[in-house]
């Protein structure tokens, strides 16, 4: 896919985007083809050291703002945007992309870990547009919630599943939220991708089968950033061909 478009450019430069959980996987494909885009980004992250890594490996120098900001806290993401709007002067884009599955299900599974995978998969996206919601309509902004083919179709008794069913659900609300005051919402929805999601899974890597590079997720992500004005792309399932599910 193609970039097309591009929606927003800043009196000073092009159109700020926010990533969460920027610094890995989806997320770092996704800020290094927004920066390609001419997109300034904000990213966060929950460790300093690793964003301020990431940014210096991009060489983008102040093109890219690293900001350490807990997504289920809402003072940090509160704080992220701020220090965004501050640095850039506007913020027209936002992408929550951080999330991550317990890779178990309603018998074997951890409740304690459970809960910390909802905050972080739904409280975190939501959170993330209450903060930004002013400056996304005072610019004509896009929304965009990174769920996931899980979200779809269900897995039998997996709460990863369940919590990205919330978020498509988060999506939908969200649109008819905000859709009156020209605010864009995309859900993409991937299939299987082949990033570090998969280091915290049983056997340390994505099940045998097709699977999609980090860079096809940030495509798709960048193509629903720069439709034209006017235009709401509001579901993007994405999955590798010979992926079932």
């Given at each position: ?18 990533v ?7 997320g770092?494909?996704t ?13 966060t ?17 102040e093109?890219?703002?690293p900001?350490a ?8 993401v ?14 027209d ?8 599955s ?23 996206p ?7 919601l ?8 896009r ?65 045998t ?7 096809n997720v940030?495509d ?6 720069g439709?034209?004005a ?9 999955r ?6």
């Amino acid at each position: 896919m193609s970039s097309g478009q591009e929606v927003m450019s800043g009196e000073h430069g092009g159109p700020v985007t926010l990533v969460t959980g920027g610094a890995s996987g989806i997320g770092a494909a996704t800020v290094r083809r927004l920066v390609a885009a001419g997109h300034r980004v904000a990213v966060t992250g929950r460790d300093q050291g690793r964003l301020d890594r990431f940014a210096a490996e991009l060489g983008a120098g102040e093109a890219v703002l690293p900001v350490a900001a807990d997504t289920t806290d809402f003072a940090a993401v509160q704080g992220a945007v701020d220090a965004t709007v501050k640095t850039f002067g506007r913020l027209d884009h936002v992408v929550a992309n951080a999330g991550f599955s317990t890779h178990d299900n309603l018998v074997d599974g951890d409740p304690e870990e459970w809960r910390e995978m909802l905050l972080v998969n739904v409280l975190g996206p939501a959170l993330l547009v209450k903060a930004a919601l002013p400056e996304l309509t005072a610019n004509g902004g896009r929304i965009i919630l990174v769920g996931s083919t899980a979200g779809i179709k269900n897995t039998p008794g997996n709460m990863y599943s369940v919590s990205k069913t919330a978020l498509t659900s988060l999506a939908e609300n969200t649109r008819v939220l905000v859709t009156g005051a020209g605010v864009g919402v995309t859900l993409i929805a991937p299939g299987r991708v082949d990033t570090p999601f998969w280091s915290s899974h049983p056997q340390r890597a994505a099940p045998t089968g097709p699977v999609m590079t980090a860079e096809n997720v940030a495509d798709a992500i960048t193509w629903a950033l720069g439709q034209p004005a006017g235009v709401d792309v509001n579901t993007v399932v994405v999955r590798p061909i010979g992926q079932i599910h």
